[in-house]
């Protein structure tokens, strides 16, 4: 898959934004209220006003959206069609502003047939501006969707909503509270280390996380530490980038699997759910990703390089738990109070997501999702 997305990145990348608005006299801003308070996305929204004569914004995208969301905030739209749909968000705002560049066509398809697997032919411009390091989706082919009849997720995916520009500001990202730094930077990792370890990884992917782990495990603690520090905001926004396009060209596997049920019964934050899920489901699979294992260790600031393969790829799980700690995430499904009385329905729905177990590195039953969940249950370890 081609990503021909331009990229402009740096501090005030977006001052002048003239040479990216030509012959944009309609547009749809994505956003939700809490970003839209952002000094820095108001300013940046006042540029949009000065150059686009009319502008319809959508400011009501909740954090996980259903597509029961997406049908409301079409049909609220003040006008169809539009010359550019501009996305300013986290992931989920630029996964509907994915959409809706696609649904605000003539003659496009409906949600409800994108849903059961039509595929876009075309679509509107648009421009997709992070304003959390994370997610990836300016650099992914996904829209995720909440399901609330099914308590799931699913992805609707088409390169074709891919987006023309791709802006990475850092000083969109600095208002970014700490526990969403922290969940979002987990979601990012669990992106590029699932990838680099799945078994349709090839070299275009397994590049693209490399560069993106060694920034990661570079600067994630750092803008947690140093929240003004604009240039490891930088890192992070590329390592979320490159977490998205090597999901473009491979993709996720367990850890995604396990958690779109999380998600999608219990609501809880997609970045937590993978934080939860990040070291048990990697201890599962490390005995078929070694020799992956030990190349992602080798990135780690402080890494052993004298430990043999089979030693980093232990000490890489055991730095993931220790990460998980230090963000202070949560480790277990009973401190958020689901009890392991839900277990089976938790296995059967993340078997379900077939787009994403077929991509794990080894055979996968019933049992073995029900024991890496089990871990998530200490009363039950005793």
Same mark, same amino acid.
Not at 15 to 24: P, S
Not at 118 to 137: D, F, N, Q
Not at 214 to 233: D, H, I, S, V, W
Not at 355 to 376: C, E, I, Q
């Given at each position: 898959m081609n990503i021909n997305s331009t990229v402009i990145s740096g501090y005030q990348a977006l001052?002048?934004?003239?040479?990216?608005?030509?012959?944009?006299s309609t547009a749809v801003v994505v956003t939700d209220r809490n970003i839209e308070a952002i000094p820095a996305v108001q300013a940046l929204m006042g540029?949009?006003?000065?150059?686009?004569?009319?502008?319809?914004?959508?400011?009501? !995208?909740?954090?996980?959206?259903?597509?029961?969301?997406?049908?409301?905030?079409?049909?609220?739209?003040?006008?169809?069609?539009?010359?550019?749909?501009?996305?300013?968000?986290?992931?989920? !705002?630029?996964?509907?502003?994915?959409?809706?560049?696609?649904?605000?066509?003539?003659?496009a398809p409906t949600l409800d047939a994108l849903l059961a697997g039509?595929?876009?032919?075309? *679509?509107? *411009?648009?421009?997709?501006?992070? =304003? =959390?390091?994370?997610?990836?989706?300016e650099a992914t082919p996904n829209a995720i969707l909440a399901i609330p009849e099914k308590e799931t997720k699913v992805g609707i995916i088409s390169p074709v909503?891919?987006?023309?520009?791709?802006?990475?500001?850092?000083e969109l990202t600095t208002s970014m509270p700490p526990h969403i730094a922290s969940s979002t930077g987990i979601d990012a %990792?669990?992106?590029?280390?699932?990838?680099?370890?799945?078994?349709?990884?090839?070299?275009?992917?397994?590049?693209?996380?490399?560069?993106?782990?060694?920034?990661?495990?570079?600067?994630?603690?750092?803008? %947690?530490?140093?929240?003004?520090?604009?240039?490891?905001?930088?890192?992070m926004l590329w390592a979320s980038y490159y977490g998205g396009a090597s999901i473009a060209h491979a993709g996720t596997h367990l850890v995604h699997a396990l958690s779109y049920p999380l998600g999608g019964k219990y609501h809880l934050p997609h970045g937590v759910a993978n934080a939860i899920l990040l070291a048990p489901c990697m201890r599962f699979v490390?005995?078929?990703?070694?020799?992956?294992?030990?190349?992602?260790?080798?990135?780690?600031?402080?890494?052993?390089?004298?430990?043999?393969?089979?030693e980093k790829s232990h000490a890489l799980v055991d730095y993931f738990t220790a990460l998980v700690a230090r963000l202070q995430l949560p480790a277990s499904l009973e401190a958020l109070g689901?009890?392991?009385?839900? %277990?089976?329905?938790?296995v059967?729905?993340?078997?379900?997501?077939? *787009? %994403?177990?077929?991509? !794990?590195?080894?055979?996968?039953?019933?049992?073995?999702? *029900?024991?890496?969940?089990?871990?998530?249950f200490p009363s039950c370890q005793a």
């Open positions: 001052n002048d934004m003239r040479y990216l608005l030509e012959g944009v540029q949009l006003r000065d150059r686009i004569p009319r502008i319809s914004l959508v400011n009501s !995208v909740p954090p996980e959206p259903s597509q029961h969301d997406v049908a409301a905030i079409i049909s609220a739209l003040s006008q169809g069609q539009a010359d550019m749909v501009i996305g300013i968000g986290g992931g989920s !705002v630029l996964d509907v502003a994915k959409l809706l560049s696609v649904l605000c066509m003539d003659g039509e595929k876009p032919a075309r *679509r509107t *411009r648009s421009m997709l501006i992070p =304003t =959390t390091a994370g997610t990836g989706s909503m891919l987006p023309d520009v791709v802006a990475l500001v850092p %990792l669990c992106h590029l280390i699932e990838c680099f370890t799945a078994n349709v990884a090839n070299p275009v992917s397994d590049n693209y996380a490399l560069i993106g782990m060694k920034k990661l495990f570079a600067n994630l603690e750092t803008t %947690l530490r140093e929240p003004g520090n604009l240039q490891a905001r930088l890192e490390r005995p078929a990703a070694v020799s992956k294992f030990a190349q992602a260790y080798d990135l780690l600031p402080d890494a052993d390089l004298r430990l043999n393969d089979d689901i009890g392991p009385n839900q %277990l089976p329905g938790l059967e729905a993340a078997l379900d997501v077939q *787009r %994403l177990m077929k991509n !794990v590195p080894m055979a996968v039953t019933a049992d073995d999702v *029900r024991a890496v969940y089990l871990t998530l």
